[in-house]
């Protein structure tokens, strides 16, 4: 039966409310709601070749996003591709899927308006990468895109902070940027916690070397999106290893909400 009393109907009310939304579209979680469980694979460790049914297949396998590497050679000692990729993705999977995109460009002010045309949802740069965050800001806003702050492991958090209220995102990168499948620095995990204390609502991202032996370091210290390359498009099932991940993020979120 169920139970009808008011303090257990209260109970269960609290109880809802601190289950957090395993699949909330990222477009939603700024502002009035609550931030959740959110799994990006990083396309970078895939067949490059094959980048259009890479993605496909990662949406299908239950990601809540698509998170892509963008690197000139400059900033970061590799290469990757540029907004003409993006648009041929954006026809391939159609609109709805998000796509982050993580911009490791010297100047990525030119590469705004580009980036919004071609169907990028959020566009993610490094602080070290520009001289003038708050005109970026903007600038990405008017374009349409949501707006996500990079910050390199060398980097403080101090840098990032003043621009936290105005973004969408905070993201810290848990290896020096420029290529997968590197080792996951545990030390970086101090910033996302300072992160979560200071803005409890940020979307709070980690990126480099996460998979289900590091998870639950990020989780703990309050990320709660998840970009995982290596170890999901590496993986026989990335199904499982997707939702492993946002399992350990979304009991995270729980018990810290429990704990307030
Ligand atoms: O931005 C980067 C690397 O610069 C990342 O997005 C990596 O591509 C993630 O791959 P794994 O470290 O998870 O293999
Ligand atoms: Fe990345």
Known sequence: MVPTGNSTMLRLARLAASVPRLHAHPTNSRHSMAYSAKIGPSILSSDLSC???EC??????GADYLHLDVMDGHFVPNITFGHPMVECL???VGQDPFFDMHMMVSRPE???KPMAAAGASQYTFHVEATTNPGNLIKEIRESG????LAIKPGTTVEELAPWANQVDMALVMTVEPGFGGQKFMEDMMPKVSWLRSQFPSLDIEVDGGVGPDTIHKCAEAGANMIVSGSAVIGSD???SVIALLRTAVAEAIQKRSLDR
């Open 51 to 53: 980048l259009g049914s």
């Open 56 to 61: 496909v297949r990662m949406m299908e396998c």
């Open 90 to 92: 954006r026809k391939t």
């Open 110 to 112: 030119q590469w705004v």
């Open 145 to 148: 895109m949501k707006v996500g």
């Open 237 to 239: 099932d990335p199904r």
